[in-house]
């Protein structure tokens, strides 16, 4: 068989609209073209085109970059251009078309990052029967339904690590462990430790003393669980039969505006300093990322199996934004994991790429940048004698095939081409 051709199809909607693609209108501008070498997919105004090599001589002021498509040996791969130095170059971030899936749904992966309307929400965490698989590179097109684009592959910008804590107690002398955040000296701990909340000096392993912030003198020192019931204090919490809401604005220390992280590192052990309740049975912990204020929604799916997500009154989890269609998608528990399902939404249910994707041969995808809709269907031009004599040779493995990828288009030379 001969080399694999791509097939492009790409719909543009003439309003813009914080990104968002009408998937009831009609009236599109269409550009269709087919691509035989690693090319850039760019946008100006309503017109797409392919363009391959620098794109110094092709970027305007309205252009904007909507993917990077790279031919290998074997086919095309789909991949996520990251953000760049130079910020007059508009990058859309590529959003992967649930209902354009063939099997029209999506197995949902810690770390997912979901889109319905202008509304994100992130997968924080899932507890099921069965454990979701952590998915190796690359992911192939035709088996996207299986979940993996999101997964404990993010950014390191987008990660949540616990931060260390420096700790004391009557019995030991402080503990500093490297490399973290040194807030006060040796003779400042010793001389002031008493809990800026309760003002007691009682501390042990359990119910320690910590430095959380970068507050000094008799206010640098606080207990675990003084810190978690008051943090507690600034969250307010409403639940339904199955969803329990969280919903606070930044926490953060009102003397030296440090934010405080979800979890801190002490004694070898992670704790939650902000106390949120989880079920028994299966559920997920998702985020609400919007600006001002956090919104964690714990969903247990213990007694149901079926979880509507949309802006209507009925939805069991509800999302009060405009964008958002009364009911826009579902999320339904089987027996191998979580599946999110569009429902013929107006501005469609999206999941965001952090990963390459390997393009199948005639396995049609759908890719969401900005206001366009692109289309993808890779094919391979049929050949007689290359089908009876190659067929079954060099079936290189995915891992191998990958490595040769990414010697040849690494991150550094996207960059410099830009």
């Known amino acids: ?64 970059v909507l993917a990077v498509l790279i031919k290998s040996a074997k086919n095309f791969y789909l991949t996520p251009f990251k953000s760049l130095s130079d ?28 889109r319905l309307g202008k509304v994100k929400i992130k997968v924080k965490e899932i ?24 997964s404990h592959f993010l950014p390191k910008t987008e990660r949540t690590s616990p931060i260390k804590m420096d700790y004391i107690t009557r019995s030991e002398d402080e503990y500093f462990h490297q490399g973290t955040m040194k807030i006060t000296d040796r003779e400042e701990l010793c001389e002031q430790r008493s809990c800026r909340i309760c003002l007691s000096d009682d501390t042990n392993i359990l119910n320690p003393l910590i430095s959380p912030c970068y507050c000094m003198g008799t206010m640098g020192l606080v207990h675990i669980d003084c810190l978690q019931h008051w943090l507690k204090s600034k969250i307010t919490f409403n639940s339904t039969q199955n969803v329990k809401v ?31 309740d989880k079920p028994q049975g299966p559920y997920i912990v998702i985020e609400t990322l919007t600006e001002g204020f956090n919104t964690m929604s714990v969903v247990s799916f213990d007694n149901k199996h079926i979880m509507k997500i949309g802006r209507g009154h009925d939805m069991e989890i509800r999302l009060s934004d405009i964008s958002v269609s009364r009911f826009h998608a579902q999320i339904t528990l089987k027996s191998n994991g979580f599946f999110l399902e569009d429902n013929n939404s107006k501005f469609g249910t999206l999941v965001k790429i952090h990963k390459e994707i390997s393009l199948d041969t005639d396995y049609k995808l759908q890719i969401q940048c900005g206001r366009t809709l692109l289309k ?11 089908c009876l004599f190659g067929c079954n040779k060099g079936k290189d493995s995915d891992s191998e095939e990958m490595e040769r990828f990414s010697k040849e288009y690494n991150e550094e030379t996207f960059a410099h081409n830009l």
């Open 246 to 276: 969280y919903k606070w604005k930044s926490l953060e220390c009102e003397l030296c505006k440090f934010k405080y992280p979800s979890q801190i590192f002490i004694n070898d052990k992670n704790i939650d300093i902000i106390s949120i």
């Open 376 to 386: 993808l269907t890779p094919k391979k031009p049929w050949d007689c004698f290359s």
């Open 1 to 64: 068989m001969g080399d694999q051709k791509l097939k492009i199809k790409a719909l543009t909607w003439s309003r813009e609209s914080s990104g968002l693609f009408d998937y009831e209108k009609s009236n599109y501008t269409q550009s269709s073209f087919k691509l035989s070498e690693s090319s850039y997919l760019l946008r100006t105004q309503e017109k797409v085109y392919s363009h391959p090599n620098d794109l110094n001589s092709s970027l305007t002021e309205n252009s904007r």
């Open 87 to 114: 910020k007059s170059i508009t990058v859309e971030k590529p959003w992967l078309v649930v209902k354009g899936l063939k099997e029209h749904e999506y197995k949902i992966s810690e770390g997912d990052v979901i």
């Open 127 to 150: 507890e099921v029967l069965r454990k979701t698989e952590q998915k190796n590179f690359p992911v192939h097109s035709k088996k996207l339904y299986n979940g993996g684009l999101g």
